[in-house]
């Protein structure tokens, strides 16, 4: 007697293997790009010692390093908030010299180190604003928003300044830069930048502000579905980087001893270039803090080792350029392989 043929069960379906974890120490992520980075910073490190064994590694560059990467290590850390949040900002050299000058002028420094402190800090926050209401309200490009603040700020500084230096005369902000006031051999513009590296790691990744800053970047609908306000977002995060080009403008007072209408210069490009090779996405969605501090400090030994041999400056800008034309490309096909 034969059975009737049992009915044939459909073929599950594969489950889809459960996306690995990033392998971690102790608490610390184990990210491919950040170890890339240092990578290559070790191998500066070892370039800048084989050609000038005996000044690139004496203390006092390696000093002067870290404050030069102070100032415009601050900014970038406010440029990747706005980078992220698929934002860009322009504007930030002609924020750090509008504030600058207005925090060196005579009658501001009659208010002493808080007057010039408050000042600055005070201007970049105002600039930020603006850059925040006319692209989160107003609905214009970021690109342009912030290229009409470059023009207006660059105006401004020089209107006050009359194409002229003016000295710090401030006691209390000139000691900072004086070695007396190092703590422990370490500058304290050092310590301002290490401070804000560590609070914005902290707000990007323990947050929910961070959070909602790397949604609106990677979907501003999917976002504003989730309930985010991603007009307010978007103001909050110029807010902060207006903040930052406020402090940086501050520590190059003390770094220069003055205010002009020339302080910085080409800002905006060392900012955005150390963000990328520091692989925050130019799209927006996707961001490191560690990584663009890292980009600034290659950024900064490159222009000191070639300082010290000698090398143009326009050899200096050629190399910058090729390295974040190599980062974008690096970007577009790392990009290409994960999706």
Known sequence: MTHPASPTRPAEPKRAAAPQRPRTLGALRIDIRTL??????????????????????????????????????????????????????????????????????????????????????????GCGLVNGVLVAYGNIVPFIATLAMLASGRGLALQITDGKTQMITVDGVLKLGERDSYILGIPPLVLVFAAVTVIGWLVLNRTTFGRRSVAVGGNPEAARLAGIDVRRQRLYLYLLSGLCCGIAAFLLLVLAGSGQNTNGNLYELDAIAAAIIGGTLLTGGRGSIVGSVLGVLIFITIQNIFALNNLETATQQIAKGAIIVAAVLLQRRTANTTS
């Open 36 to 125: 890339s980075l240092l990578g290559v910073l070790a191998a500066l490190i070892v370039i800048g010692g084989i050609t000038q064994p005996d000044s690139f590694l004496d203390g006092d560059n390696v000093q002067l390093i870290l404050t030069q990467a102070s100032v415009i290590g601050v900014v970038t850390v406010g440029m990747t908030f706005v980078i992220i949040s698929g934002g860009i900002d322009l504007s930030v050299g002609a924020i750090v010299a509008l504030a600058s000058v207005w925090a060196s002028t005579v009658a501001t420094q009659e208010y002493g180190f808080v007057g010039i402190l408050f000042t600055a800090i005070l201007v970049g926050v």
